[in-house]
């Protein structure tokens, strides 16, 4: 079983910076596929970032050039960093995590273990 907490999540102007963390307990980050995912009030739970068991790393088009995802093994940490924020990334932020060596690493991957979410609100 796998844990996931995530935060760093809070209010900011548009234009600002987040930092969001996702850490992990209960059994290693590593060979893994995972992601960020975002939920918009009154809007489908959506894939912003995922990062392969290579780090090999794909973002939603919406994100591109402002969020950057990475991961440390060592510290069995996850995070996000999201940049030039917009109103339109208001949202509750969920890290997820596949099972080790599993096949397949997209937005559309059963992910097995979820974090509780964390709120990003960004006000125009």
């Known amino acids: 079983q796998v844990r996931l907490v995530e935060s760093g999540g809070g209010s900011v102007q548009a234009g600002g910076s987040l930092r969001l963390s996702c850490t992990a307990s209960?059994?290693?980050?590593?060979?893994?596929?995972m992601a960020w995912f975002r939920q918009a009030p009154g809007k489908e739970r959506e894939a912003v970032a995922i990062?392969?068991?290579?780090?090999?790393?794909s973002y939603a088009d919406s994100v591109k050039g402002r969020f950057t995802i990475s991961r440390d093994n060592t510290k069995n940490a996850m995070y996000l960093q999201m940049n030039s924020l917009k109103h339109e990334d208001t949202g509750i932020y969920y890290c997820?995590?596949?099972?080790?060596?599993?096949?397949?690493?997209?937005?559309?991957?059963?992910?097995?273990?979820w974090g509780q979410g964390t709120q990003v609100t960004v006000s125009s």
């Open positions: 209960g059994s290693t980050l590593s060979d893994r596929c």
């Open positions: 997820a995590a596949k099972g080790r060596f599993s096949r397949g690493c997209s937005g559309g991957s059963a992910f097995n273990y």
């Open positions: 990062s392969d068991e290579t780090g090999t790393t």
